[in-house]
């Protein structure tokens, strides 16, 4: 049986410490964004939680210091890691040829395979199809399939996460709540808030998924 997981994670930064220093096997963390909004958010979270811990002291400028020190010191760690592969799919055609086509035996991946067993950790994939015509329980249901499919012949782990966005605070479309919003049955058929008969995320998720509490019980 596959090991499948929805984890709640706050933000990018927590999902990528979590993957750097709470994993003791290989992982391939897949972006589901353009390499620069993965940055932007990975900076915005890094910023918010530099705050927090300077809110009595610290300047706005000395803030901003810190903050690029830790955003270099984060993708250096994660460039030079032979434990985690960084991949982006900026869209749903990327992510599903991608996982289509993985075989950890593959040059590609040697670093990640010759380790042992691998997590696949998937970041912002409901929030990848809110974006587009596919954000129904058909579309969704066709890439969680692939999903599972492809985590089973790696003999992997897939962990899924959607992550707050920390540049639009209040972006009610992004983060763990994306999983109770509404999806029209077929692909290409009316928005959610046109009407008409629909299934949550989260319902369509659990026929293959099991649901985590926080990152505090995450184990990628």
């Known amino acids: 049986m596959v090991d499948a997981r929805v984890s709640s ?10 993957v750097l220093n709470n994993t003791s096997r290989p992982a ?10 993965f940055l932007e958010q990975l900076s915005a979270g890094l910023s918010a939680r530099a705050r927090d811990a300077q809110t009595e002291a610290s300047s706005g400028g000395e803030v901003q210091v810190n903050n690029q ?5 984060t993708i250096g760690v994660l460039a030079n890691s032979r434990r985690v592969h960084l991949v982006f799919c900026p869209s749903l055609g990327h992510f599903r040829a991608y996982l289509s086509s993985l075989r ?5 991946d040697q670093n990640v ?47 899924l996460c959607e992550c707050n966005d920390a540049v639009v605070l209040q972006n009610p479309n992004r983060g763990h709540r994306i999983w109770d919003l509404h999806l029209p ?3 290409g058929s009316s928005r ?23 990152i505090a019980t995450m184990s990628v």
């Open 9 to 18: 994670v706050a933000w990018v930064a927590d999902l990528v410490d979590a």
């Open 28 to 37: 391939i963390l897949i972006v589901c964004s353009t390499r620069a909004k």
């Open 69 to 73: 020190h830790l955003l270099t010191k």
């Open 104 to 108: 950890l035996s593959r040059a590609t």
């Open 113 to 159: 395979a010759a380790c042992g067993t691998t997590n696949i950790v998937v970041l912002d994939l409901i929030a990848l199809h809110y974006m587009s015509s596919e954000f129904s329980a058909q579309g969704l249901s066709r890439t969680l399939a692939l999903t599972i499919e492809a985590t089973a012949r790696n003999a992997s782990s897939i962990l």
């Open 185 to 187: 049955i077929l692909s």
């Open 192 to 214: 959610p808030e046109d009407g008409g008969r629909q299934l949550s995320a989260r319902h369509v998720a659990q026929r293959w998924f099991r649901f985590e509490a926080d």
